[in-house]
């Protein structure tokens, strides 16, 4: 009883947190059809700014700290990264009217991060005076890499497996196609034009590559340069009087953005399956409860602190934002980006940011208070 | 004597002021033909923050004060608002070749409301460090609305007198054009147009969509919204680490801006009546001396302070840069926009800013001193 | 011994501070393939708010100090930008497979400041706590201009005498235009028509007109603004809330992107002659030795700071990326860009800001410690 009220006490003192009330400002004005806009560049450089300052954060404090007490929970964020993968295929991939590449690619996009959510994540443990290792921000690739790699394998797997078994039951293939579309396919014609191109030796699929990809993107990018020079160079007095200060603000902002972007994407969502909606509600605390429990054993064997259980379990609640759906675009083309992106930002963010930040730091809260 | 030496000392410390300093360097930069250029992004965003943060101020004052001294200043407010207009109707729409609708729609602009002009009020009187309530700045909307809403309906129903009066004197109608188009009028044929397609009965000009239109303006959503988090939220760390202290170097930036603007549009002025320059340069004195002597009524009875009369009259002599002329252009098709936009941006502003402000700010410390 | 282990120290030390760590960081997440993009507005903002900080902060010093310490200062900036284009004129326009008014054009770019190479010298000075006169920012447009007239007169004078021995080598003209272009020489067509369409009287350079579009371009304008601002009018409470404390972190977005932009660049170099790469090495280093040495002599007999000898060097080691290239192209419309932009972003740039700047800091706290 005691933990229940502690736990909605400390939720609705979250949601007045600038960060969260940014949010929920964006979709009000949104919903009220404000004609407020935040013009693209500033958005892109307020990216840019956010996640250089994690990246110098994480950098400066792994130069400080010892390394060996990242190794278990960078662990845990593969592991959830990949097994988020796998939840959406053997769950979301199972339920009708979802096509099976389409489930893949959202629980990669559900699985990799959101620089944003987890900037959020860090703010409200800031201001709920809650204290996390620094260098938790440098655990935002270890999770996004392996989904996004696992995502775009597994979906690749899938489709030559059906495509070997269309090619034996050729007889059948043209009522198949048929059925296809019936059943709401988004058009396979382009994956099916790149296999033929491909003879089947070339069918497996290279990592490297989609690796290589995800680290160039705007987000990683930014990230693991704000790292390099963090670890490597003594850019503190930039840091102190610049990207430090700033980020608070900038966060806001970019919530407020984040609010009227969902918003305008709800009405995508009519347009796939409405299982999506289920999923992009309930994913979120359940990829988030995972994390949470993985990083409950760092806490008991490694000393791992209950911010940094937090952090792990926002990063895995988030879906990506940025990097992602380039990378998936470019890795699964035969995916649906309407059923993927818009699940993730209509639902996904809001509810990962709205709901689930204030959720696990309660739960931290209820349990370690 | 004292009064007078007092007042002009005053005034010409205030030109040095960053904030008019800024403005007069744009427009003597613009004069020199500088190729300086602020990205419009830029310029939007500035605003967006500037806005915010006065609905923030204006929130977070509004929760900790009475709510009752407000209700005088924005009955003013709301009365300066709608007068300006009529004073435009009345004295301006008399001129030779000056054509009704223009005057009124220019009449709804200079009583509508700028917010950099109320910004640089606000910053002037911090920086002469005079004190007013600091939800002086939600009076905004209070000026603003009541303004362009009757500036509209004021319109329409001048339009619809003089739609039926031709009607009825359909045998003159055709020299009627004819005459209008020698005196320099706008074609009206988009009015008529639009008029055609209504049957009488729906010629009564709807005042809540005007309302609507205005609260969803990008400046007005940005100062409401930031009023209801700073009403309903915990803002207070964003706000001292952010929107308050970029405020007056973001504020400097869209003065230089507004002066290079102002220089530029000064060309279009030569297009239209003349009047238009007497009216714009007298007109932000007159509507400031009446918002100031109704906030001298406030001062005594409910103990308004000073500054606050200030930026009463500081609101009432601006013209809407913003949210003002896209509302204008629809609710008052006919009219023509180079008179009322140029007017306004080419001399009403930087009269208001440059020479109103110094003005009202050295009446009130030659009174109060 | 002392001294070049003095010397080595402080090179290392120095490239571990925010400002060069940033620059390289650009170029290598550039090599890398980063697709992280900083947009174009920011840049221009930012380039707005270095140069206006660094006006601002030229003109409250010139308003607090003796004029007269900055005359040799300003006439040793003069001479080096007058020289910069002569030394070009003699040594690269003689080497093989280059062109004559190329040379002078880079040249001229080289003895043209870069505002942000400037910026960098001046916050690597503050960071490693060396003193310097505040108002050696304003030294900018005394070696700027001279160096972008100096350019464009040379270019007409020499391009003209060409011309005149063409018209009397008539007979000659055909065969030595069809050795023009074999050499890899730039079509002279422009030119000849330009100078077919004036009579010999008109073909003297006007000075004025190439003073007066240096002093409109954005970076010359803002820094002029801010400097007169800091002069004339009280714009310390904008400076110390925003301008100054601002500075250091957007320095280091900008030399990122500068980093970035070099590695981009250096592609177009493969077309021009590899002279140039040569130059653009050496060339930085020669020029500030020059402007280090007449510096020393203003610091033996009037005082000047070491500090003021490290700017007066830096800004001569830097070459223009923002005034200076449309100036040119105006003022030589026969010289080929790729050739003088190119080897001054791609080469130019990254040597004054990361080597230079070390180099005669370094060299500074040698000879003064």
Not at 80 to 108: E, H
Not at 118 to 143: C, D, N, R, S
């Amino acid at each position: 009883m005691d933990f229940v009220s502690l736990f909605i006490t400390d939720f609705i003192a979250q949601l007045q947190s600038p960060t969260l009330a940014f949010l929920i400002g964006g979709m009000i004005i949104a919903a009220l059809g404000s004609e407020l806009v935040i013009p693209e560049s500033i958005c892109t450089i307020i990216v840019f700014m956010l996640l250089t300052k994690i990246g110098l954060t994480g950098g400066i404090a792994i130069r400080n700290s010892n390394l060996l007490d990242m190794v278990l929970p960078a662990l845990f964020a593969v592991i959830t990264g990949i097994g988020v993968v796998f939840i959406a295929r053997y769950t979301l991939a199972k339920l009708p009217k979802v096509r099976t590449v389409d489930a893949i690619a959202t629980g990669g996009l559900f699985g990799a991060v959101s620089g944003s959510t987890m900037a959020a994540g860090l703010t409200v443990l800031e201001e709920q005076k809650i204290p996390f290792e620094a260098w938790t921000g440098a655990l935002y690739p270890f999770m996004d890499i392996p989904a996004l790699v696992t995502a775009i394998v597994v979906a690749n797997i899938y489709l030559n497996k059906r495509k070997l078994k269309e090619s034996g039951d050729s007889a059948m293939q043209e009522s198949f196609s048929k059925q296809a579309v019936a059943a709401g396919d988004y058009p396979t014609t382009r994956q099916e034009y790149l296999s033929q191109q491909k003879d089947p030796g070339e069918n497996k699929v290279k990592i490297w590559p989609i690796i290589e990809e995800s680290l160039r993107g705007p987000a990683l990018s930014a990230m693991l340069l704000g790292l390099a020079l963090g670890l490597f160079t003594q850019p503190e007095s930039v840091y102190k009087s610049f990207y430090d200060p700033a980020f608070r603000g900038l966060l806001s902002i970019l919530m407020l953005v984040m609010g009227m972007e969902a918003w305008s994407r709800v009405g995508e969502l009519r347009k796939v399956a409405q299982w999506y909606v289920v999923y992009s509600v309930i994913a979120p605390f359940i990829h988030g409860l995972i994390a949470f429990g993985l990083g409950m054993i760092a806490h008991y064997t490694m000393n791992f602190s209950m911010g940094g259980v937090v952090v792990l379990a926002v990063i895995a609640s988030s879906s990506s934002d940025i990097s992602g759906p380039p990378t998936l675009r470019a890795g699964i083309p035969s995916a649906n980006p309407s059923a993927y992106i818009g699940a993730s930002t209509a639902i996904g963010t809001p509810v990962a940011i709205g709901l689930c930040i204030p959720f696990f730091v309660g739960l931290a809260q209820a349990i370690g208070g």
